[in-house]
RNA sequence: GGAGAGAUGGCCGAGCGGUUGAAGGCGCCUGACUCGAAAUCAGGUUAUGGGGUGACUCAUACGGGGGUUCGAAUCCCUCUCUCUCCGCCA
């Protein structure tokens, strides 16, 4: 959520930011229901007010053993006259909050201005693509290996599941070991979280309310639960309402987590292999900083995924989101795309994005500065990195002509073996 | 699943219808003492929202929601969570 103050006080350069994303501020709206807002409060506590007076001189003739009868009959409908007011004013904050919810973060100057993924910027390659003849596709290789089973995935769970196995299984544990000890090994403490989430929490990172469709829904008797769709929103709310020390910024940390996402809308995409899958596994790396922090964490964590892709020998490029390619929350974010031979082009395998102050603000996350008012934090999040994807990547670049796979240096201690097949 | 106890500020912990935004302690900040530090002493130290250029002022908040009352941290209902004991269980 945006803070209503920049509204207040520069609500020209919030249009023109929220226009250069391809979002219309409704600014009628805006003005109506802060009007009608702040009319309420004010309302509401004058009458509360002339209440507070009343009953501290009653308190003070029942001190003195005197009668107050006269006050507390002149008091008698005060309370029905409160209760709707307060009923007015609950509704009109209600309003203004859902109106504020349902619009996205503003982009910071440094991201360049665009309509769509056809304005992103190549910020660096790394790697040389090997030159494969004629490179098969991760099915391809891992159903002749065994590996893997689509059919008999679909059998039990439908389109959008896979079966990993032997090897296969095997490649996606050892995937996840490595990224999780490079990563916390690096300073991003570990943390293992729940899979499902309650609303509060999907909202905090600003999923919820207009993302619902994406996500898979249970339910448990009336309450709802979602299944996470990264381990970005149970991390990032593990200090929901909380005010942070400024000592303890900038907190880092990864976790490994499944990730549930419904894929609704993106019928006949990567409908082939488990490049989209409704399951799969990430390691993410998640932070907390000080504003001041934010900016060269982003780097940082960016550099943290990249990391991982180097040390797997994964030829890959950094890319800078334009201003309308980027997600709701985010202020400016970096997409790691991984080579793949069988497409012949790069495929976003990490998502290194800073929200600002945007999700503290919606999940109420503070930190106190060393003199001063509690502040909001910022937050950052990327993935370090898809673990599926990853295995895609490490069987279409590691693919010989024999149809094995070639298992990158740092891989082997956690494969057990140098190649597959 | 059965029985009971509890939830108060950054932390611990009193209060159980009206001078309590909240005793006392810890922590933190400022000052005194000191060459400096520790100890000691004195003072200060919640957050959010409304109004005001401002000093300031008003409102709200004692797990969440609802109720009783002129007035609720305090009484009633309800939900959530935590703890103890019993049962079941990977």
Redesign the pocket.
Known sequence: MLD?NLFRNDLDSVIRGLASRGFEFDRETYQKLDSER?RV??E??VL??E?????DE??KL??AKES?DH??TQ??D??DR??NLETAEKAAEAAFKDFLSTIPNVPHESVPVGQDEHGNVEMKRWGAPAVIEQPKDHVELGTKLGILDLDRAAKMSGARFSVLKGMGAKLERALINFMADRQSAAGWAEVMTPYMVLPHSVYGVGQLPKFEQDLFKTMRGEDTLYLISTAEVPVTNLYREE?LAEDQLPLRHCAFTPCFRSEAGSYGKDTKGIIRQHQFHKVELVAFTTPEQALAEHEHLTACAEAILEALELPYRRVLLCTGDMGFSSRKTYDLEVWLPSQKTYREISSCSWFGDFQARRANIRFRPKDG??QFLHTLNGSGLAVGRTWVAVVENGQQPDGSIRIPKVLVPYVGAESIG
């Open positions: 209503p702040r409060i004010q509401a506590e509360k007010a209440r507070n007076r009343v009953s009653v308190a029942k001190r107050a006050l507390i008091q008698r005060m309370g409160l209760k005010i008012k509690p």
